[in-house]
Every structure is written in structure tokens, then in C-alpha cells.
């Protein structure tokens, strides 16, 4: 099965700095999703990025703050930028994958978890 | 909002069945029942899924009422490490409607 890597793992930011997490997969994919997870809190879909196009942003997310690459079919970054310590979140990516008999599931990587001081 | 209702929390003892129930009235004919589980703040961990038919992998089993108003995801034999979140989402295969909601799901102690 393909694996989905993140980096950094943890990081512990400065306010008003910009961090920029990288997702990896070692499969090609279409659709790369990313996620919020506040503290205490569930999952939040942020945004779809899809190789060759603009992302898709959720409600409540704008592309100046959350801006997203996805230059081609195994990897994506999402970038946070001129954070504040509401952005203290472990920030999810995932992949619908096709390397199972089921082409709709998706799976996700091990996760960021930021701290802004 | 999430379209499921889970119970908040849950105990089970080490090498009983865990049975996690979830209720979807509101289920269309086209949109699936899954299941993911996190542990510990890890990114979630994808368990199963169905439509109409009970279903059953190497980690669990899936049982969805006749009506498909509500859904049971059994683990067999519960150890330590099934101590996490479970998540129940029902999503559709197209649209916005392929989007996973994620609600709070229910936080299964397993105890030995």
C-alpha cells in the first residue's frame, strides 16, 4: 500500500511567522485534501487541492492565510501564514486513493502539530 | 454539521467485543456508511466501509440496520490499542456530497 509522509512532524512557531508543511505520497493521486484539527476539537476540511488547478477552499478559509501548492500528482504543501496562536491545530493531508479495490476512500497522512507562541 | 450521532464515550474490557453503535436517520440511497479511528492526536486510520451489506475486514465488522438508519462497527476481540477516537461519516459519491464531516465520534477506553 502507498504511504503518506508529512513534514515537519512538529514545529513550535513564532506569531506572525509563515510555516509551510509538506505532504508526500508515494503513489499518484488526483485529489489531496487538507485539514484542521484544533485542540479538543474534530476534523475540518480546509481545502482540495487538485494537480493542475487552483485549490477549492472551504468556508471560513481564504487562500492569503492557507496558501496550497500542488505541482504534481505525489505531493502538496499547505502553507500557514502570519500565524497567531488560534492556529495552534494539527494540520491533516489526505488522498483519495486508487491503489485500493475502492478508488473514493480516503487515507491520511500521520499529521502536523503546530504550536504558536 | 455532521449527519451521524455517536455516544461520546464508551468502555470495553481487553479481548471482549466492542460494539460502537452510530445513528444516520437522514441517510440517502446513494451515500455510504465509514468508519475511521484516531489515536491519540495520529492522523485517523480508515477501518471500513458500506452501503447496504454488512461488511467485514481484517481489523472489523460492519453491520447496517436493514433500513439503514443506523450502523454497528464491531471490533471482535478489543486490545489496548484500540483505544481511540471512532468515527462515523456518511458520505455520498459525488459533489459536495463526497465530503467527510467529521463530528466528535465516540472515545472507546478499552481496559484491561
Known amino acids: 500500500s502507498a504511504v503518506i509522509s508529512q513534514k515537519p512532524s512538529r514545529d513550535i512557531c513564532q506569531r506572525g511567522t509563515s510555516l509551510t508543511i509538506q505532504c508526500q505520497v508515494d503513489?499518484?493521486?488526483?485529489?489531496m485534501f487538507w485539514y484542521r484539527q484544533q485542540p479538543g476539537q474534530s476534523l475540518t476540511l480546509i481545502a482540495t487541492?487538485?494537480?493542475?488547478?487552483?485549490?477549492?477552499?472551504e468556508s471560513g478559509f481564504v487562500i492569503d492565510k492557507f496558501p496550497i501548492s500542488r505541482p504534481n500528482l505525489t505531493f502538496s504543501t499547505l502553507t500557514v501564514s502570519n500565524m497567531s496562536p488560534e492556529d495552534s491545530s494539527i494540520y491533516l493531508c489526505?488522498?483519495?486513493?486508487?491503489?485500493?479495490?475502492?478508488?473514493?476512500?480516503?487515507?491520511f497522512g500521520p499529521g502536523t502539530r503546530l504550536t504558536v507562541l | 454539521d455532521a449527519k451521524t450521532t455517536q455516544p461520546p464515550s464508551m468502555d470495553c474490557a481487553e479481548g471482549r467485543a466492542a460494539n460502537l453503535p452510530c445513528n444516520h436517520s437522514?441517510?440517502?440511497?446513494?451515500?455510504?456508511v465509514y468508519w475511521y479511528r484516531q489515536i491519540h492526536s495520529q492522523g485517523p486510520q480508515y477501518i471500513i466501509h458500506?452501503?447496504?451489506?454488512?461488511e467485514t475486514n481484517e481489523m472489523a465488522s460492519l453491520i447496517i440496520t436493514e433500513d439503514r438508519k443506523s450502523s454497528t462497527l464491531i471490533l471482535p476481540h478489543a486490545t489496548l490499542r484500540d483505544t481511540a477516537v471512532y468515527y462515523c461519516?456518511?458520505?455520498?459519491?459525488?459533489?459536495?456530497?463526497?465530503?467527510?464531516?467529521w463530528g466528535l465520534g465516540t472515545s472507546l477506553a478499552v481496559n484491561p
Open positions: 489526505s488522498v483519495e486513493a486508487r491503489w485500493r479495490e475502492d478508488p473514493d476512500t480516503q487515507y
Open positions: 437522514t441517510i440517502s440511497g446513494n451515500e455510504y
Open positions: 458500506g452501503l447496504k451489506n454488512n
Open positions: 487541492a487538485n494537480q493542475g488547478s487552483e485549490a477549492t477552499y
Open positions: 503513489s499518484q493521486v488526483t485529489m
Open positions: 461519516i456518511v458520505r455520498g459519491n459525488a459533489g459536495n456530497n463526497r465530503k467527510l464531516i
